[in-house]
């Protein structure tokens, strides 16, 4: 029974989380990276939309698992969704990537 309770909280345990707390995270982690499947799924359709939107969403989940890991001193991001390059500057996309 030990080595059950064990598997369930090691690992939150060192990243300085309870295991509801990373049970939150993870799925917010999950929404995060469905969500950028789907922006990519429509820009592999429809080229000309979501244009950034995958890249910058993966960059939000990243700065939020690995630049600002201590949660103690890292500031909330905003995560970016929805359609990008609204200006146009760069119409394929090159630059996100």
């Not at 909280?9 to 049970?23: M, N, Q």
């Not at 939309?49 to 890292?74: E, F, P, W, Y």
């Amino acid at each position: 029974m030990r080595f059950l309770k064990q598997a369930f909280t090691d690992h939150p345990k060192s990243v300085g989380e309870s295991y509801g707390a990373h049970l939150l995270h993870a799925l917010g982690f999950a929404g995060g990276c469905a969500l950028a499947a789907g922006a990519c799924l429509v820009h592999a359709v429809f080229p000309f939309l979501c244009v950034k939107t995958g890249s910058r969403q993966i960059t939000a989940l990243h700065d939020r698992m690995v630049t600002n890991r201590d949660r103690r001193t890292a500031a909330p991001i905003a995560a970016p969704i929805g359609p990008s390059n609204a200006e146009g500057s760069d119409p394929a996309g090159y630059a996100a990537r």
